[in-house]
């Protein structure tokens, strides 16, 4: 018995923890489709919004930004997968036995920072103030690190185009490779959404620092009719949204999978546009 215990004091030190994982560093993203080429304000395709996420999307008016107080609005969680910048992760150790206490992804912009606890404190009441960041908590499932957010504000899932309510929760799961880390987001809301939405970002370990950090911010006078008459709120009543036709005008798209919902995620989908969809014409109108 003294033998065995010995071998096992000798070998179980020697095998890797999960929690040995190092994640810190500036991970800058491999590519990402919401701030570049994703720019019509009505495009909901592949997100399963219900159908009170789909008119929650359409009765947005983005001079609603301009008002003073959502001048400051941040964008949720969430965005930290599909929005543009790196991801800026960093360890939070406990004061005294220097013990991992969380991790830290960088706010940047106008997204706050996320602390991930991973000392197994419960998630607070529903009935708690939800903060721009929410509030997070992490474990470890083998080599991946899983986190789960709650208690936070309703905000964009894409830039400016859908949304998710103060109900959602939003899972992450990162996977190491070297320098490559795969980051991929779980969002669930009982509210705007009729299946949890999945998108996965691939994100390379850089030297270069986070060049938009978090920053205070500032209310000014952008548009003068909101603040001259601090009763209007902008919006779009059902079906006067201006560019709902846009993506359909532009790449032939029909308007049914522009609206999105669960359906648009998958291939199958495809088969019920392949009599309708016809491709646009060559940019510039050449042949």
């Known amino acids: 018995m003294k033998f065995a215990a010995l071998i096992a ?15 810190t560093g500036t991970w800058a993203r491999s590519g990402q489709s919401d701030n570049v080429n994703a720019v019509e304000p009505v495009d909901l395709l ?4 219900n159908e009170d996420g789909r008119v929650k999307a359409l009765s947005y008016d983005i001079a609603a930004l301009s008002a003073t107080e959502r001048q400051c609005q941040m964008y949720p969680p969430f965005y930290a997968i599909s929005g543009p910048f790196p991801l800026e992760i960093s360890m939070v150790r406990e ?12 706010g940047w912009g106008d997204r706050d920072e996320t602390i991930i606890w991973m000392d197994g404190r419960p998630h607070p009441s529903k009935y708690a103030p939800h903060p721009h960041g929410g ?13 789960v957010t709650t208690h936070f504000k309703l905000g964009d899932i894409k830039r400016h185009r859908g949304f998710s309510s103060d109900r959602a929760t939003f899972t992450m799961r990162f996977n190491r490779h070297g320098d490559i880390l795969t980051v991929t987001g779980i969002l669930e809301d009982p509210v705007y959404l009729a299946e949890p939405y999945v998108l996965t970002e691939v994100f390379r370990l850089t030297t270069n620092p986070n060049g938009f950090p978090l920053t205070a911010c500032e209310t000014i006078e952008e548009l003068p009719r909101l603040h001259e008459d601090p009763t209007i709120a902008p919006h779009y009543l ?33 088969k019920r546009l392949e009599d309708r969809y016809v491709l646009p014409p060559p940019v510039g109108g050449g042949n």
Request: charged residues 15%; without cysteine.
């Open 9 to 23: 004091f000798i070998v179980l030190p020697a095998a890797p923890t999960a929690a040995q994982i190092d994640l």
């Open 46 to 49: 592949g997100i399963p919004v």
């Open 95 to 106: 004061p005294v036995t220097q013990k991992l206490l969380a991790w830290k992804i960088a």
């Open 135 to 147: 509030f997070t908590t992490g474990t470890w499932e083998g080599d991946t690190l899983t986190s």
């Open 238 to 270: 059902p079906g006067q949204h201006p560019a709902m036709n846009e993506v359909t005008d532009k790449y032939n798209i029909p308007l049914e999978a522009v609206l999105g919902g669960p359906e648009t995620m998958y291939p199958e989908f495809r």
